[in-house]
């Protein structure tokens, strides 16, 4: 069965999980490893499918990341059946602008290049894409 995630990773946002699932319309979750932030799921939540069909997806980010403006975004959606990512695509913004060089797409991505680079943006040490933002079930709607 594949496994889809889509969503955004905030470092160190100024608003609290409740505050983000508001903003962005999806299910919010605070960690602390590999990165220091908050991860908001954007899977199946229909308001905010609804605004990023109409608007699309970076326009829908980049308008929300104003109201956070001392953190870096990270976009990013992606599908897996069970092991390398088979395509993603992602991107990452400050206060509206894109972060120069972070848009990427890729049909697939074995060595989870895209997931990882895109993750450092955001402060994340993560040496492969495989930790709790990313399994089934860390998010009510995955």
């Given at each position: 069965?594949?496994?889809?995630?889509?969503?955004?990773?905030?470092?160190?946002?100024a608003?609290?999980?409740?505050?983000?699932?508001k903003l962005?319309?999806?299910?919010?979750?605070?960690?602390?490893?590999?990165f220091?932030?908050?991860?908001?799921?954007?899977?199946?939540?229909?308001?905010?499918?609804?605004?990023?069909?109409?608007?699309?997806?970076?326009?829908?980010?980049?308008?929300?990341?104003?109201a956070?403006?001392?953190?870096?975004?990270?976009?990013?959606?992606?599908?897996?059946?069970?092991?390398?990512?088979?395509?993603?695509?992602?991107?990452?913004?400050?206060?509206?602008?894109?972060?120069?060089?972070?848009?990427?797409?890729k049909?697939?991505?074995?060595?989870?290049?895209?997931?990882?680079?895109?993750?450092?943006?955001?402060?994340?040490q993560?040496?492969?894409?495989?930790?709790?933002?990313?399994?089934?079930?860390?998010?009510?709607?995955?």
């Amino acid at each position: 069965m594949a496994h889809n995630f889509e969503g955004v990773f905030v470092e160190r946002p100024a608003l609290g999980a409740e505050e983000l699932e508001k903003l962005f319309h999806g299910f919010a979750r605070e960690i602390e490893q590999p990165f220091v932030g908050t991860v908001v799921s954007l899977v199946g939540t229909v308001v905010s499918f609804q605004d990023r069909e109409r608007i699309g997806a970076k326009t829908f980010v980049l308008e929300k990341s104003k109201a956070l403006p001392n953190s870096k975004i990270a976009y990013i959606n992606y599908v897996t059946w069970a092991g390398a990512v088979d395509s993603v695509l992602g991107f990452a913004c400050q206060n509206g602008v894109l972060i120069e060089g972070s848009g990427q797409e890729k049909d697939a991505d074995p060595q989870n290049e895209v997931l990882i680079s895109l993750l450092r943006i955001v402060g994340a040490q993560a040496p492969t894409s495989y930790f709790a933002p990313f399994e089934r079930g860390f998010f009510p709607n995955t």
